[in-house]
């Protein structure tokens, strides 16, 4: 391949991960997976906003080292190619994973997570960690518990209360009656 082609494909890959803001990242290995395979994977992935490229390691080490990534450098031998995107890397890993136990020869080499770089098995870790949406859930939970926990002995207090008075207001009617 000449300079002028490697220049040209090199100045996509930083466009892509300028223009897509891929700053978190996993690497995988598809090599050996069916053709088939490989078609199904991505279209399930696309419709997640999940994408899944393969990348010349020498090419992609450069674009990212333009836009100081440099370290990821290292996740690069063999062949490979990145999964960003999703709603975090955490959905990423989640599917990724999934579809490394249906295709046996699919592998998760790393990641690179907020300038980090996470080797297989840490990367393999963040599958079992919960979603944005579940953290945003329990942080909703959180934040709810001490004012629904207020208003439930409000309530009860104010029940017995009122179960008093009631109580008081009938022993009244039955000796006026």
């Known amino acids: 391949m000449s300079k002028y082609v490697k220049g040209l494909q090199q100045a996509e890959l930083e466009k892509r991960i300028a223009e897509q803001s891929v700053r978190d990242f996993l690497v995988i290995s598809i090599k050996g997976v069916a053709g088939t395979d490989n ?14 490229f393969v990348v010349k390691n020498s090419l992609f080490r450069k674009a990212l080292a333009k836009h100081g990534m440099d370290s990821a450098g290292v996740l690069f031998n063999g062949p490979c190619a990145i999964a ?5 890397i955490v959905e990423v890993a989640k599917e990724v ?5 249906k295709l046996e020869p699919l592998e998760i080499k790393g990641a690179f997570l907020e300038g980090s770089v996470l080797d297989a098995s840490a990367a393999g870790q963040l599958a079992k960690m919960p ?5 945003q859930g329990r942080l909703a939970s959180a934040a709810m518990a001490p004012g629904s926990r207020l208003a439930g002995t409000i309530a009860g207090v104010a029940g017995v209360l009122a179960g008093c008075i009631k109580a008081i207001v009938d022993q009244g009617e039955k000796k006026a009656a």
């Open 39 to 52: 078609n199904q994977m991505r279209g399930e992935l696309r419709q997640k906003g999940i994408r899944l």
């Open 84 to 88: 960003y995107g999703g709603d975090s």
């Open 97 to 101: 994973s999934a579809w490394a136990r």
């Open 131 to 135: 979603s944005r949406v579940e953290l």
